[in-house]
Antibody, heavy 115, light 106 residues
Framework: EVQLVESGGGLEQPGGSLRLSCAAS????????MTWVRQAPGKGLEWVSL????????YYAESVKGRFTISRDSSKNTLFLQMNSLRAEDTAIYYC????????WGQGTLVTISS | DIQMTQSPSSLSASVGDRVTITCRAS??????LGWYQQKPGKAPKRLIY???TLQTGVPSRFSGRESGTEFTLTISSLQPEDFATYYC?????????FGGGTKVEI
């Protein structure tokens, strides 16, 4: 059974940093591209970033480019999202999803940016 | 960036109704489109990928269709568990983009 479990969310001040993790199991993690998607309170889904299966390529939404970095550790079956220079508008539930087609999703972790 | 225009943003329907949701892409995306269902407080769940391929375990009352840059999700006979918000997603080119969502209400 595919499982994706996000962690690392919480309350942070504007300008601060957070590192999200997504622990994967039930599939061959090293063979799958992985994605982060976020959802602001009461809003729709926003694609954030994708990393290739090898980790050699990464793509970002314009809204996070230069501030967020996606990475992966295939030895630990874990996906990461390093979020720097956080803004109030980054407040959202952050989901990780498997592969380019978002076939499976985690339950999300809430990030709140507020002073 | 490719824009995905989803309509309607909400609709009211009854159990047994046929419901159709549309997404229009601002440029060609081939069949690189998925449909996702999200219930309140839950993560999205994939229903359809590659425009019309049903995810394993998803009831056959859900179907997808592609016509150029217009994509439709149809629920042939709405069931109580289908009341939710539905999103399309294009994964043809980066950045991937979601439609704005369609809330299906009673």
């Amino acid at each position: 059974e595919v499982q994706l479990v996000e962690s690392g969310g919480g309350l942070e001040q504007p300008g601060g940093s957070l590192r999200l993790s997504c622990a994967a199991s039930g599939f061959t993690f090293s063979h799958s591209a992985m994605t982060w998607v976020r959802q602001a309170p009461g809003k729709g889904l926003e694609w954030v970033s994708l990393i290739s299966a090898s980790g050699g390529s990464a793509y970002y939404a314009e809204s996070v480019k230069g501030r967020f970095t996606i990475s992966r550790d295939s030895s630990k079956n874990t996906l990461f999202l390093q979020m720097n220079s956080l803004r109030a508008e980054d407040t959202a539930i952050y989901y990780c999803a498997r592969d380019i087609q978002h076939s499976y999703w985690g339950q999300g972790t809430l990030v709140t940016i507020s002073s | 960036d490719i824009q995905m225009t989803q309509s309607p943003s909400s609709l009211s329907a009854s159990v047994g109704d046929r419901v159709t949701i549309t997404c229009r892409a601002s440029q060609g995306i081939g069949n690189d489109l998925g449909w996702y269902q999200q219930k309140p407080g839950k993560a999205p769940k994939r229903l359809i990928y590659d425009a019309y391929t049903l995810q394993t375990g998803v009831p056959s009352r859900f179907s997808g269709r592609e016509s150029g840059t217009e994509f439709t999700l149809t629920i042939s006979s709405l069931q109580p568990e289908d009341f939710a918000t539905y999103y399309c997603l294009q994964y043809n080119s980066f950045p991937h983009t979601f439609g704005g969502g369609t809330k299906v209400e009673i």
